[in-house]
């Protein structure tokens, strides 16, 4: 039994627990710091340490810092023309905020013995569902009552009318829930596989004798994946922008 629990390895899933930290409760309500939270104070607090980086000492020649915000500003502004135009100006500095927020979230969850703020579905979308509701609200004040014709194709026959407007309702609705599911279900999957894979070459390595040489193959794969790892954490940040940039597009340029 000794030898049993010796190689018990934790779930994959309890890097995902939300833990409290600071208990506070006001008036029945659950004001508490949790891990969740404090990473995304982390996270917000690096971010804009990291910018004012980039303003540190800036030249024409830029310096490596004031490069990649560059970079990241050039990606976000190539997506907001190509997806808004001209009418997305005034969009631009919530896009790149947005953009930048889960950039960093991200990539400090890839931080070992950290936590992923993007990981956990409340978060992701909470995010969604105020971007929805906000995008709904711009397209109100932008077009009135003809927004809801947004609902209404040009030319469908009266007696399927009802059909139409309630796919295309549901449709439209539940943007929010794969704009969410998106992000959460990615980031959660990778890091639930680097975790397995970790736990299955640590367990190789323990038991000794042969297995213990062939520990390699997991670890180079783990690396492997720590690398796709990355790569998934700033294209789920680009993907969940772009598709807030097709979104606002629909109901500011509606046909």
């Not at 905020?97 to 991200?106: E, R």
């Not at 979308?125 to 009552?145: D, E, K, M, P």
């Not at 796919?167 to 980031?187: D, Q």
Request: aromatic share 14%; hydrophobic share 55%; glycine share 8%.
């Amino acid at each position: 039994m000794k030898m049993l629990n010796q190689f018990v390895i934790a779930s994959p899933l309890e890097q995902f627990e939300i833990v409290t930290i600071f208990p506070l409760s006001i008036s029945g309500w659950n004001f508490s710091l949790t891990n969740s939270s404090l990473f995304l104070l982390i996270s917000t607090t690096v971010l804009l340490f990291w910018l004012s980086l980039s303003f540190y000492k800036s030249s024409l020649i830029p310096n490596n810092w004031q490069s990649t915000k560059e970079y990241l500003y050039e990606i976000t502004v190539g997506m907001v023309q190509d997806n808004l135009g001209a009418k997305g100006e005034s969009y631009f500095p919530f896009i790149f905020s947005l953009h930048l927020l889960l950039l960093f979230c991200n990539l400090i969850g890839m931080i070992p013995y950290s936590f992923t703020v993007t990981s956990h579905i409340i978060f992701t979308f909470g995010l969604a569902l105020s971007i929805f509701i906000g995008i709904n609200i711009i397209g109100i004040q932008t077009h009135g009552v003809k927004f809801f014709a947004l609902f209404l194709p040009r030319g469908v026959p009266l007696i399927i009318v009802p059909l139409i407007v309630t796919i295309e309702f549901v449709s439209y609705t539940i943007r929010v829930f794969t704009l969410s599911i998106r992000l959460f279900a990615n980031m959660t999957s990778g890091h639930t596989l680097l975790k397995i894979i970790a736990g299955f070459s640590w367990t190789m390595l323990s038991t000794g004798g042969l297995l213990a040489v062939f520990h390699l193959i997991p670890l180079g794969l783990l690396l492997a994946l720590i690398g796709l790892e990355l790569g998934i954490a700033g294209l789920q940040a680009y993907v969940f922008t772009l598709l807030t940039c097709i979104y606002l597009n629909d109901v500011l340029d509606m046909h």
